[in-house]
């Protein structure tokens, strides 16, 4: 014969297993703890004496301030390197980063566009020289007639190397136009900072004066800034912007002005 339990009982069960569960179900779930950072391999000593020496191919003016031990991003193959990461500070703004390797004291350089980080033996530091100031090189101005429509009396003209005007430095590229029956001049020029692109970067204008009233008369006088540059010796000039004044502006038409119409022979 079955033994059957009294309903008491059987109820008494039925309300444990009841209660267990709803413990069990208002219990939050165990929060992942994350895995302890590898332990340095080089002390904060080590990574300090590396610093001071990539100090040296920086400008003078900046400053390396501590950030902490992190985790960057190689550039090269995107796998995280664990390091020691310093913020590079020029007038409290932050203009790159440089990080020491803490398990074999590997210098990396932060690339501010990109977010990520170069090997410094990738980019030859050693080997880099900035670019020179206004006058340090000799270089032989370029004027290129692009196209030159004689109905209208426009010359299109490729400029680079231009060393009459200081505000553009001596390493500088950009085009010149004249319209002969409009009297205006348009001049688009790139001075020279660095690169970014592997070709001439820098800060750059665009700038268009008529005479067609017989004053000349700025039409447009546009700045757009450098971009940013991650190389230690470009640091100080991302973002640079050309400052000229107005009277300046107009000797600058003038000048492109007549050089592209004496190219073209209608001086």
């Not at 004291?105 to 206004?134: H, K, T, V």
């Not at 006088?221 to 502006?249: C, K, W």
Request: aromatic content about 10%; hydrophobic content about 45%.
């Amino acid at each position: 014969m079955k033994k059957i339990l009294p309903f008491a009982i059987i109820m008494s069960l039925v309300l444990l297993v009841l209660s267990g569960c709803g413990n069990n179900a208002g219990l939050p779930e165990p929060i992942p703890q994350p895995e302890p950072p590898p332990v340095a391999n080089i002390s904060m000593e080590e990574a300090l004496a590396a610093i001071d020496v990539a100090a040296d191919y920086y400008p003078s003016e900046v400053v390396f301030e501590f950030s902490g031990l992190d985790q960057i991003e190689s550039h090269h193959d995107g796998m995280r390197k664990y390091s020691y990461v310093f913020d590079v500070l020029h007038e409290d703004r932050k203009v790159s980063g440089a990080a020491i390797g803490a398990e074999d004291g590997r210098l990396w350089i932060l690339d501010m566009n990109s977010g990520r980080w170069f090997n410094s033996e990738f980019i030859n530091l050693s080997a880099y020289q900035p670019l020179p100031e206004f006058g340090e090189l000799e270089l032989e101005p370029i004027i290129d007639i692009i196209s030159y429509d004689r109905s209208v009396g426009h010359v299109a003209t490729y400029i680079a190397m231009i060393d009459a005007i200081p505000e553009f430095s001596n390493i500088n590229e950009g085009v010149a136009d004249w319209f002969e029956s409009e009297q205006t001049v348009v001049v688009r020029a790139i001075k020279g900072t660095g690169s970014v692109t592997g070709t001439i970067d820098g800060p750059s204008i665009r700038l268009v004066v008529t005479w067609a009233s017989g004053e000349p008369e700025i039409v447009v006088a546009a700045f757009d800034p450098a971009p940013v540059f991650s190389h230690p010796n470009q640091v100080l000039r991302s973002g640079e912007v050309m400052d000229i004044e107005e009277y300046r502006l107009i000797e600058i038409a003038e000048y492109f002005r007549d050089l592209v119409r004496e190219e073209a022979g209608l001086a």
